[in-house]
């Protein structure tokens, strides 16, 4: 018994025992960087997979005035904001890691959003072409459904996510039930 009074004295003299390590406002600012950075790298990510299906997002949105095209990006953009709402702590470790962690998330959630659009396209709304209604006949009831479910998958990755420190395949495993019941 005396060792382990001995040895909880000791843990309790350490300073850095039980203490979270809390954000400066330096860290603040470069974590918010690395966020709008994120955002950039899904603004390009979407402009890709826009001209894998055939259009152009700033012509549809810009020349074509296209408010269903608009509603879909839009609603992808709020969708990774929120996804990324999981991972946004501080990992108790260092501003490296923390940077670490939102570029590995932070990608892996732009991933998912966008295999997440392909399933909604197939499995979904299945009856019609959604590029052809959202794009060709301007339908923003459709592009709405989309956004509902770029929403509801970001939230399934926020909660999924929020866990991490179990690991990437646990994550993974928890996004992919969601994704099943949703």
């Given amino acids: 018994r005396r060792k382990i009074v001995k040895n909880h004295k000791i843990l309790n003299n350490n300073k850095n025992f039980n203490k979270k390590r809390m954000f400066t406002m330096w860290e603040l600012g470069v974590l918010a960087l690395a966020m709008l950075a994120l955002l950039v790298v899904a603004r390009m990510t979407f402009g890709i997979v826009s001209r894998i299906e055939g259009y152009s997002l700033t012509y549809e949105t810009v020349e074509n005035d296209n408010q269903a095209v608009g509603i879909r990006y839009a609603t992808f953009l709020l969708a990774v904001i929120v996804s990324f709402l999981g991972i946004l702590h501080p990992s108790g470790v260092s501003l490296a890691e923390d940077l670490n962690i939102i570029a590995g998330y932070g990608l892996l959630s732009i991933s998912l959003l966008v295999v997440s659009r392909?399933?909604?396209?197939?499995?979904?709304?299945?009856?019609?072409?959604?590029?052809?209604?959202?794009?060709?006949?301007?339908?923003?009831?459709?592009?709405?459904?989309?956004?509902?479910?770029y929403m509801a998958t970001a939230f399934i990755m926020a909660g999924a996510l929020c866990g991490w420190e179990g690991g990437f395949w646990v994550s993974l495993i928890w996004f992919g039930i969601g994704q099943v019941f949703l």
Avoid: P
């Avoid at 909604?120 to 459904?145: H, P, Q, R, S």
């Fill in 118 to 149: 392909w399933v909604n396209d197939y499995l979904i709304l299945y009856d019609f072409g959604n590029n052809k209604e959202v794009i060709g006949e301007k339908n923003t009831a459709v592009a709405i459904v989309e956004g509902g479910t």
